[in-house]
């Protein structure tokens, strides 16, 4: 059964810092495509980045230079790190596999809330 477990979230300052962690089982995660998503309140879902199984990493536009995924197959556990954190990257941030054909694969976890607020 595939599970997917976000966590790290919490209540920030702008140009504040926070690591979210994913840890996933129930598939073969070293050979997966991973990705974090983020939902706004109000808004859909979005893709923020992605890592493939050979660490070649992707970004949304407006988190280049701030956010980085990063992956621990020896820990079936991906990364996120947020630096400089702005209120539009308030929302629940989610994990999941993506392949070519599809934009997830499994079903959603419960997410990590991330508020950047002062």
């Known amino acids: 059964q595939v599970q997917l477990v976000e966590s790290g979230g919490g209540l920030v300052q702008p140009g504040g810092s926070l690591r979210l962690s994913c840890v996933a089982t129930?598939?073969?995660?070293?050979?997966?495509?991973m990705a974090w998503y983020r939902q706004a309140p109000g808004q859909q879902r979005e893709w923020v980045a992605s890592?493939?199984?050979?660490?070649?990493?992707n970004y949304l536009d407006p988190v280049k230079g701030r956010f980085t995924i990063s992956r621990d197959n020896a820990k079936n556990t991906m990364y996120l790190q947020m630096n400089a954190l702005k209120p539009e990257d308030t929302g629940l941030y989610y994990c999941?596999?993506?392949?070519?054909?599809?934009?997830?694969?499994?079903?959603w976890g419960q997410g990590t809330q991330v508020t950047v607020s002062s």
């Open positions: 129930g598939f073969a995660f070293r050979s997966a495509r």
């Open positions: 999941n596999s993506q392949t070519v054909a599809l934009p997830y694969v499994y079903d």
């Open positions: 890592i493939t199984s050979a660490g070649n990493t």
